[in-house]
């Protein structure tokens, strides 16, 4: 029988659950009043390994591991990501926990607020600055956005393990293709609407990329305002928000094995952060965008105020796939039949900001 975990970061703590389908547990919070934006879960090894990043606002940041499914957690005596002194930075908060891939069994990258990104060689329990792109030449015109200056997102190609690419707000894409030595802006196409040139090389709002199953070098962004792909790796990107009711929002994730099949959730504006039409619904394309359908069996039927963040919409790896999704309403959604019907797995959870998902059976 399948099992999932399903690992839930809220603005108070971690809830984790075990489950499938319409059958759930869950406990938590686990680092309770600590706000947990990044959790990764790692199966590449025997045991499947949780990380997780806290922000304690007493004690600081910090990542914990668990390695029997989220019951008991451990923190490495020093600080696992810290800025070397001569850079002058602190650690404000890790943003993502990304697993590389089987090339690297035991590769863990963070990104982090300030916008930086850290290698693990030791499955997450230390991290080492990858200086190149602290150090990158247009590093000195990188600016906040509204949810700070951050490394939120990386994606790496499981056929080369030095192919890296980062998402910066508001930077934009970065790609590397050899193992973070070097970095080149990758923002072909994509529009900055709030700039007064409105196609720069860098300084675009990248809210989230996620990967397609079926292609390493197709590549799904859900921008400030658009909604894009690339096949070419990132090297340039086509809008194909037509269909959607707003292409503005902040996540995207991509099936774990049906190629050309992803999924967003369109909020109304940048000035009016509620999903668009106050309609509670995710959207699917199985053409890479060519088409977008609306996906609400099992959904509130309502007006609806529920954002969802960049990182709280999610698949598993299960098949049929599970796709999830949490909100500002401390709401989560499941779907285990590739989000054809939805059930509220879970109400009253604080604000939801991040939501990973695995087979763990």
């Not at 001569?86 to 943003?95: C, F, H, P, Q, Y």
């Not at 590093?139 to 200056?149: A, C, L």
């Amino acid at each position: 029988m399948t099992e999932v975990l399903l690992t839930v970061g809220t603005r108070k703590g971690l809830f984790t659950g075990r489950g499938h389908g319409a059958s759930w547990e869950f406990d938590g919070p686990h680092f309770p009043s600590q706000a947990v934006y990044a959790v990764g879960i790692d199966t590449r090894g025997a045991v499947p390994r949780v990380l997780a990043g806290g922000d304690s606002a007493h004690w600081g940041p910090s990542v914990f591991h668990s390695d029997d499914l989220g019951r008991t957690w451990a923190e490495p005596p020093r600080p696992a990501v810290r800025f070397p002194r001569d850079t002058g930075a602190s650690l404000e908060r890790v943003w993502q926990l990304h697993p590389a891939g089987p090339g690297d069994p035991d590769v863990v990258y963070a990104g982090t607020e300030p916008a930086a990104l850290f290698r693990s060689a030791d499955r997450g329990e230390s991290f080492e600055l990858v200086r190149p792109l602290w150090e990158h030449p247009t590093r000195s015109q990188w600016v906040p956005g509204g949810g700070g200056e951050a490394v939120h997102t990386v994606v790496t190609d499981r056929r080369d393990p030095d192919a890296v690419t980062v998402a910066v707000s508001t930077a934009g894409v970065f790609r590397s293709r050899d193992g973070g030595a070097g970095w080149a802006p990758s923002n072909a196409g994509v529009s900055a609407v709030f700039l007064p040139d409105p196609h720069p090389e860098f300084g675009q709002c990248v809210h989230k990329i996620a990967q397609d199953a079926g292609d390493p070098d197709r590549l799904y962004l859900q921008n400030h305002w658009g909604v894009y792909r690339s096949d070419d790796g990132g090297a340039r990107w086509t809008d194909i928000g037509a269909g959607l009711p707003s292409d503005f929002g902040f996540a995207v994730a991509a099936h774990p094995h049906r190629p050309g099949t992803a999924y967003v959730f369109p909020i109304t504006a940048d000035s009016d952060r509620v999903p668009a039409g106050r309609r509670c619904r995710v959207y699917r394309t199985s053409d890479a965008g060519g088409s977008w359908e609306a996906l609400s069996a099992g959904l509130p039927r309502g007006d609806h105020f529920g954002t969802v963040l960049r990182d709280a919409l999610r698949t598993d790896d299960a098949d049929p796939a599970g796709v999830y999704f949490g909100n500002r309403n401390g709401e989560l959604y499941g779907s285990a039949d590739d989000g054809d019907s939805w059930r509220l797995l879970a109400s009253h959870l604080p604000d939801v900001l991040c939501v990973r998902a695995a087979v763990v059976s």
